[in-house]
């Protein structure tokens, strides 16, 4: 009864079908590594803004510095 409830047949099968199982793992893989671009240019972006920022604000020591690197990125894309 126990098994039926967490469809345990179901799973079997799922275990049972290499195809099925490597199409799920792949399109899943696909997703994550899409959505990890994805997140890592939005806090990229976020991050050279914030930098930006800053170094329009002239803060002693850290606004020359930030302004390099921004320069330097700026260049690069």
């Not at 179901?10 to 792949?26: A, G, H, I, P, T």
């Not at 803060?59 to 930030?66: A, K």
């Amino acid at each position: 009864m126990s098994l039926e409830r967490i469809q345990f047949n179901d799973y079997f099968l799922y275990l049972n079908n290499r195809k099925r199982m490597l199409v799920s793992n792949f399109v899943s893989g696909l997703a994550r590594g899409l959505g990890m671009a994805i997140g890592f240019t939005v806090l990229g972006a976020i991050f050279i803004v914030i930098l930006s920022n800053l170094a329009v604000g002239n803060i002693p020591l850290i606004g020359d510095f930030l302004a390099d690197v921004v320069r330097i990125v700026q260049e690069r894309l």
